[in-house]
């Protein structure tokens, strides 16, 4: 059973930087995609970064691309996304999600079948 667990969330200031950790349990994941996703309130869940656990290619949402970072460590099984000079429109819940069988459709949330419990990202002002 696939299990993903998100850590790293909180509260920074505009400007600042975090680092979130996705740390991945339950299967062998070298066939996967490995997915950053994040909803605010009163929206629906958005794309932010994703990236084969296999051959390590990376994809962002154009809203992140140039500031956050996606990237894995084998040995630890774990995915983190490393977000950089933060607004306070990054505030959110971070997803981290999995699947393997995301193809091109890295984008859709509804494609991946494995969730984790999500961590909260506050930028204040």
């Known amino acids: 059973q696939v299990q993903l667990a998100e850590s790293g969330g909180g509260l920074v200031q505009a400007g600042g930087s975090l680092r979130l950790s996705c740390a991945a349990s339950g299967r062998t994941f070298s066939s996967y995609v490995m997915g950053w996703f994040r909803q605010a309130p009163g929206n629906e869940r958005e794309f932010v970064a994703a990236?084969?656990?296999?051959?390590?290619?990376?994809y962002y949402a154009d809203s992140v691309k140039g500031r956050f970072t996606i990237s894995r460590d084998n040995a630890k099984n774990t995915v983190y996304l490393q977000m950089n000079s933060l607004k306070p429109e990054d505030t959110a819940v971070y997803y981290c999600a999995a699947d393997p069988d995301v193809i091109l459709r890295y984008r859709e949330a509804g494609v991946y079948d494995h969730w984790g419990q999500g961590t909260q990202v506050t930028v204040s002002s």
């Open positions: 990236i084969r656990w296999s051959g390590g290619t990376t």
